[in-house]
């Protein structure tokens, strides 16, 4: 399973961002899609669920700004809006193929290379 990523960058307060993901090799027909973000001299921190049956979760800390869709397995997005300088990381997009993901279990089997993003005040 691959996982490549694309999109971020700079952008001023209040912007918007979109992030991809294209996903190669996901065969499972349960599975778990995420978005993780790791701030400088944070822990890593996820923000975002999808699975299978489209239903999905958003973190506190994004929950009404941010927006994770998908592409049956094949992509994965995060739609960010409303962007706050606390939102300044690095944006990891990762898949695991068990439906069980949660925010107090998330340890994903596949992660992409991970994106820079940078909110300027």
């Known amino acids: 399973v691959q996982l490549v990523q694309s999109g971020g960058g700079a952008v001023q307060a209040g912007g918007s961002l979109r992030l991809s993901c294209v996903i190669t090799g996901l065969k499972s027909k349960f599975y778990s899609l995420g978005w993780v973000r790791q701030a400088p001299g944070k822990e890593r921190e996820v923000i975002a669920f999808?699975?299978?049956?489209?239903?999905k979760s958003h973190s506190d800390s994004v929950k009404g700004r941010f927006t994770i869709t998908k592409e049956k397995t094949d992509a994965l997005y995060l739609d960010m809006n409303s962007l706050k300088p606390d939102d300044t990381a690095t944006y990891y997009c990762?898949?695991?193929?068990?439906?069980?993901?949660?925010?107090?279990?998330?340890?994903?089997?596949?992660w992409g290379q991970g994106t820079q993003v940078t909110v300027t005040s």
């Open positions: 999808i699975w299978q049956d489209n239903s």
């Open positions: 990762a898949a695991d193929p068990r439906a069980t993901l949660y925010y107090g279990n998330w340890d994903f089997a596949y």
